[in-house]
């Protein structure tokens, strides 16, 4: 079984330009979350998408945004970059129905995204 | 108070000995508890999870609970140099929530 993809996985951007970034969960998986990591934060909580709906949401400003598709694919967004935005950011995949079984998370291999 | 505290270390361990990684927690709704390693550079992959008071095994890892004290452990028993890396650990009650991870580095 393929495990979750993210594109792309280097970025570099500009202060002030946009982002998207890509995730594709493991097949039958319907949660996927999305993380910011940085070396002095650790893990960051962004969003959590479940069957299309913004289902838990971090504390991150409205530059940071998501979707999911109905194929359960998810994109992520972060508008007007800034240079602390430089981070890897993580996509993650569960079935999401409740339960540890259901409820554990596999990463994708990350995006990392270089702001100059 | 951070929803998950872990000791940032770094934690060093001869090859062969056990390696003790402690994680404490603040939300006593927790329902599920995750271990992740990540390697330099690498994403995190799951370890192992354990949702009932007690211990846990998995070949070479142990993942104790206790609920009553907040606390989850991980041990790794015969430490081997492949076991060097971040080991993460994970809360889930409506959401995720990840400590910041215990460096672990196994001594040849």
């Known amino acids: 079984k393929a495990g979750v993809t993210q594109t792309p996985r280097y970025l570099i951007k500009t202060r002030g330009q946009q982002v998207t970034l890509s995730c594709s969960p493991i097949?039958?998986?319907?949660?996927v979350s999305w993380y910011q990591q940085t070396p002095g934060q650790g893990l960051q909580f962004l969003f959590e998408?479940?069957?299309?709906?913004q289902r838990n949401k971090g504390n991150f400003p409205g530059r940071f945004s998501g979707r999911q598709f109905s194929n359960s694919r998810s994109e992520m967004n972060v508008s007007t970059l800034e240079l602390g935005d430089s981070a890897l950011y993580l996509c993650?995949?569960?079935w999401g129905r409740g339960g540890p079984d259901t409820d554990t998370q596999y990463f994708g291999p990350g995006t990392r995204l270089t702001v100059l | 108070q951070k929803e998950v505290e872990q000791n940032s270390g770094p934690l060093s361990v001869p090859e062969g000995a056990i390696a003790s990684l402690n994680c404490t927690y603040s939300?006593?709704?927790?329902?599920?508890f995750f271990w992740y390693r990540q390697y330099s550079g690498k994403s995190p992959e799951l370890i192992m999870f354990?949702?009932?008071?007690g211990d846990k095994e998995d070949g070479r890892f142990t993942a104790q609970l206790n609920k009553a004290s907040q606390y989850v452990s991980l041990l790794i028993r015969d430490s081997q140099p492949s076991d060097s890396a971040t080991y993460l650990c994970?809360?889930?009650?409506?959401?995720?929530?990840f400590g910041t991870g215990t460096s672990l580095t196994v001594i040849p």
């Open positions: 993650a995949s569960s």
């Open positions: 939300d006593r709704g927790s329902q599920s």
């Open positions: 354990i949702y009932s008071n």
């Open positions: 994970a809360v889930y009650g409506n959401q995720f929530y």
């Open positions: 097949s039958g998986h319907r949660s």
């Open positions: 998408y479940f069957s299309e709906t």
